[in-house]
């Protein structure tokens, strides 16, 4: 298509003008800091954070099964939950006096993954939803976010897999175990099948941080003396139903999401209509990440 | 210095869960790699990020993210007939992610800036709101254009880069930059019409 012709407009200068060469000292000061930081951790990277940070890297990328001196294995899927959920909470809790926490965190989480990025271990994180039955049969799930990009889903009725959904760069396949068929699609949008609906909003981390930050309103934080974890509360007045989310406040991921409905008519308590249980580094194989064990017992791929 | 990052790996296989294990084998060249080629770029990485993103903490997010685009592919950049201008696209890249990212955070929170008619003519008069106006609304559009357009605009326009060296670190050819910063300029003269910039023109590119 052909451009219209700019009126009068002088790019360059606005551009000049507007983006002028003005690093502040403050600015200059942070980002020194994070070369330094990058600095030292390419020349000594077997270094071991500090105390709290310790915990932080041990519950957001395990340890036990990484080689020795590599020890903060990037885990991608985590840093795009914390990047979009810092932004939906992170104003909360500073406010309420969480800020140091959640500064040194996420800066020593981004330092460490600046260099980790390139030492790539398979690893993955499962999220465990559980849809209570209404009228019917509940219904249980297993995602394994392995990579960004691949994304698998089990759908289990009484500990068995009946349905596995895999999404690798944009492509699914969806297999039935029980009638053994299979189907690909182009897209997300072309699934039919009614029993992935609930999970649709939880196929990635980041989805996940981004729903929640786009539909739900931040009300309250607790936490118990002494403990680890906080909850969240949040609410979405539209539908009357409201999120509690565990939150373990040295990785600050979520490890439990329960999602209620509308208050009962007379008061009585709300239903839960959804819980989430997150492991965020399950021991596996990169087999098991990827094969349900009822495909392996039969023996198929896709 | 004790250098342990792998720089090449080679896999070996846990006998117990068959998973793959990564073996570090350091390069004699990356002992070097930060020290000869990154840090006597650091102050134009950071101003580069900084002219683009305009807030701290951007600023540092953005450069970490850099920092790490660049060490995954540092073998390139070692190899790359310009390396500065590599470096350099990295960083505004990087910027530009972090704007896109902020933009679409304010999208939800606030209502959209209405479009004012704002003087630059003499950008000491403007008042410090203004200016900040003028700043975003710049960098909204410029977060509206393709990356490699708003790499190619950022480099030169901003950074006066030649087009030899915009081509090179886009991997594109000469002729390709200049379309590419054409249609950006085309573009942002759209987008920031409302804009009246009565500055003095510059040299014709």
Redesign the interface.
Known sequence: MK??????????????????????A???R???K??AE??TR?????QEPEARPARFWQKLFGSG?Q?A??RWIFNKQALAFL?IFM?AVGGFLQAIGHPSTLAENL?GL??S???A??????GFMECRVHVPAQGGVPSDYVIRWIQPDITRVDVQRAEEVRETMWIELGDVVIVDHLKKISQKLANLKQIQDSVFQPVLRFLSPALLAENI??KWRLERFEQKNGSHQGTLTFTNHEKGSSLRMIVDLDAFLPVQISRSGPSGEKGGPAEEVMHLDFTWNP?????SMMLPKTLKKNGGGR | ???????Q?TTGR?GE????????IPLPD?RTF?EDLIAPL?SQM??S????V?Q??L???A???A??II??KRDLIRRHPNPRALALKICLNAACDSLR?RNR?LS?QTASLSAQELD?SD?SDVGRQERKR??D???RAIARLPKKQAAA??MR??HDQPYDAIAKALGCSEVTVRIQVS?G??????W??H????????ES?
């Open positions: 451009e219209e012709k700019p009126r009068e407009v002088d790019i360059d200068g606005l551009l000049k003008t507007a983006l002028e060469d003005d690093l502040p403050e600015a200059e942070r980002m020194q994070r070369l990058f600095r390419i020349e000594r990277p077997e099964y080689p001196g590599v990047s932004l800066t981004r330092t993954v600046s260099v990025d390139s030492v790539r271990q398979s930050d786009q021991p596996g194989s990169t087999q | 210095m004790d250098l342990r990052l792998a720089s790996e846990c869960c068959g998973r793959e294990n990564l073996v570090e990356d930060y650091e950071m101003r990020i900084w002219r683009v305009r701290p903490e600023a540092e997010d450069l970490q993210d920092l790490a060490w995954r990212k955070f939800r630059i950008p003028l700043e609304e710049v960098l605009v950022l326009i901003v249609k300029r085309a573009r942002l003269s759209r920031l019409s804009l009246r910039a009565d500055s003095p023109k510059e590119r």
